[in-house]
């Protein structure tokens, strides 16, 4: 159905009154109360939102990650339930719906439709046109440094008002496309978990072996380690399109094998660090820090960062498959092994790394073992690529539709009430 006939069914002739932001809300910057008294914070059960809690928990909130006290409220007023934050400063333009009363910080101002605009304004009507004014804070932000929208501004965008009834039935078709796309995404994360579980129990039996049944070897016997190096970003002569450069952020949760990294040296720049160059087929292992312990097999020849530990096998008796999956399995056994160094971050230096010792069996048994889980890490991938792809397809058709339900022709002038 077009646009056209669509929106004229739903109006069924009735014309859209359009409205300043400013006469139908209440448009307030939130605050932040002083972090230097313990008694705003302490045991604190009014929520305070932050960017964070938008990032982290999605754009209907009903807590937040952080809390403030009675004491730390100004005048004793929070902001009403069912009010929109909107960021309008740093990051322009994300919004969220609060569902309970509270306060926010600076970055974020406040929507509360006012009393008098509550008989012909649905507050999730608003909640949608957000994704609306969103663009346009983006598109107004003050000219400078310091990206920022003030309240005034926001005060005077436009606001179409359609019937009431009819804003009930766009949030009816919205709410829809939003909850099969939670649904989807629920089914992503349960399936995601199952499957992950099972791959996980069948690696750990798989490679549980009776004392006397294999040999153990450290990894600096049967492999060259080598930790990686970073040119210097000035020296612009070491970037460009020839030679794959491998950051931890380049390595994703549950990858095998790492084909596009986001970076890339020069002929030249990967000339005057040979020493870290690393054949495609070894093992990169990260080596600090939160992303401690994860593993891939580089596609293609590569320069790793300091914050990786290379693995090129010399040992003809032990595959490259096979030992991904041991690596893989002692993630959180590196992770508590760096934890000892007593440092600000868990960190394995190379030599550390080398003396980890690691289960040899028989070339055949190894086989075998990477076999049966590289089945159990695809089955891991492919739920992984393919209901992701049926959310963004969903989303995109959200997208289509929000924008046709959230669109009416604009008047020239707009009254003031």
Known sequence: ?????????????????????????????????????????????????????????????????????????????????????????????????????????????????????????????????????????????????????????????????????????????????????AELKAELKAELKARQQ???????????????????????????????????????????????????????????NITFPSRRLSAEGAASMSKVLIPSGSLLVTCIGADMGKTVINANDCIPNQQINAITLTDDSVQVSYLFHVLTAMREALRRQGELGGGTMPLINKSDFSKIVVPIPSHEEQNRIATILDKFDALTNSITEGLPREIELRQKQYEYYRDLLLSFPKPEVVAHD
């Not at 982290?56 to 004793?76: E, F, M, P, W, Y």
């Not at 804003?167 to 709410?175: G, K, N, S, T, Y």
């Open 198 to 256: 099972q791959y996980a129990y069948y690696r750990e039996q798989l490679l549980t072996f009776e004392e006397g049944e294999v040999e153990w070897k450290t990894l600096g016997e049967i492999s060259h380690i080598v930790t990686g190096r970073t040119p210097k970003s000035s020296n612009k002569s070491a970037w460009g399109n020839d030679v794959d450069f491998v950051t931890p952020s380049d390595i994703k949760n549950g990858m095998r």
């Open 1 to 181: 159905m077009s646009q056209l006939s669509y929106m004229d069914k739903l109006l069924d002739g009735v014309e859209v009154e359009w409205k300043l932001l400013g006469d139908i809300c209440d448009i307030k910057n939130g605050y932040t109360p002083s972090k230097s008294k313990p008694e705003f914070w302490t045991n604190g059960t009014i929520p305070w939102f932050r960017m964070e809690d938008i990032r982290k928990n999605g754009r209907v909130l009903d807590d937040s990650i952080q809390h403030i006290t009675t004491i730390a409220v100004k005048s004793g007023r929070l902001f009403p339930e069912n009010s929109i934050i909107i960021s309008t400063t740093a990051t322009i333009g994300e919004h969220a719906l609060v569902t309970k009363e509270f306060l926010c910080n600076q970055q974020l101002t406040v929507l509360s439709i006012k009393e008098s605009a509550k008989k012909f304004l649905n507050y999730k009507y608003l909640f949608y046109y957000s994704f609306i004014l969103g663009d346009l804070c983006r598109k107004n932000v003050n000219p400078g440094g310091f990206a920022l929208i003030g309240t005034t501004k926001i005060k005077s965008f436009q606001i179409p008002i359609p019937p009431i009834s009819v804003q009930a039935e766009i949030v009816r078709i919205l709410d829809t496309f939003t909850e099969l796309t």
